[in-house]
């Protein structure tokens, strides 16, 4: 990208010789710069959702310890911090590194908020809960949906905002401190958007404050309940390929569909998955995910219809449908599915896409 270039090529100039001294200091103000520009760019990212985004299956618990050393040492010696991770925790599909910079962000603010010299606990809690209709529409202006979530905790016994402060936290470069840039909440904010969760804020002047996070747990965690509502699809002679590079998720959607008594084979790489397609005239339906090494799902696509134009390709993807689509401009996909999906939207998005080409034929 820009940035590399730029920094590149300052370096090289700055590795020659005949440089005089303050043509150097220049030099390496230029570098200096670009390096924060850099670092910049990639909060900006994260805030507007457009970084490189790579989801798997997350254990929330397992990440939270994997950053403690980081968090012990980014924070003051006279901050303690206070671990309460639950077990067992359903997965989440999200891109690991980013929910890392969400707790670091999110416990920097915390020791911050208590300030050295003074001393203070920081808390980092993880537990499932159960959002139904009411629990959500009290939460986040109806954008969630009801159903089991992964709930993030990072309280503080700091200086705890104002009103006019808390208003205003989540705006691109609102700060309050004197060396602060005002992105790491504008950061937060975006990449728990991205991952379809919310964020929530408790606070009062003296009294420390505290910020829930609520992120959608995978398929595996969706409640079998709401799924005995959703008429199966013909079962007879439904044979499902799934193609996904990641073990959880082809595990979960075995699961949903032997339950169901539909036939499924499985491929971890869109090679694999042609492969398969290939050997077996009698696939009715194809459950594709996007993002995989190797082939990409678009890729994939193409060939498969390339292979059997009738066949009906279900895409599936952590991306957003609108996103997803760009990729497949013009070419007929039969349905589109957003991971994480619970086994009764996949069930309908199967059952749909099969009652439709057995119409067409
Ligand atoms: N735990 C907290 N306790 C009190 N105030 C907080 C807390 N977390 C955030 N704030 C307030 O929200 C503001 C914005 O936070 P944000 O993390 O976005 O930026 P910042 O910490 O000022 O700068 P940086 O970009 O370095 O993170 C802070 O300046 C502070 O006033
Ligand atoms: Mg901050």
Redesign the pocket.
Known sequence: NLLTGILGNASLVLDSPDLIASDREKLEFVVTASERAADLTR?MLAYAGKGRYETRAVELSSLVRETADLMHTLLPKTVRVHTELADDLPWIEADPSQLQQVIM??V???G??IGEPRSGTVSVHTRECTLGESDVAALDRGELAPGTYILLE?T?T????TPE??A??????????F??????????LGIIKSHRGTIQ?Q?AVGQ????RVYLPATARAARPVSESAVPAPAADNVRVLVVDDEEVVRATTRAVLERRGLEALFAASGEEGLRLLTEHKDISVVLLDMMMPGMSGDEAFKRMREIRPDLPIIVSSGYGESQVMQYFLGSNVSAFIQKPYTSAALIQKIGGVVARSRAAV
């Open positions: 909060q962000n999110l920097i603010n915390a911050e908020a990072v503080d700091g200086c705890g905002m402060v808390l205003r936290i989540f705006d691109p470069f609102f700060t309050t401190k060396t602060g840039r005002g992105l790491g909440l504008a950061a937060v804020v606070t420390g404050s505290g910020f």
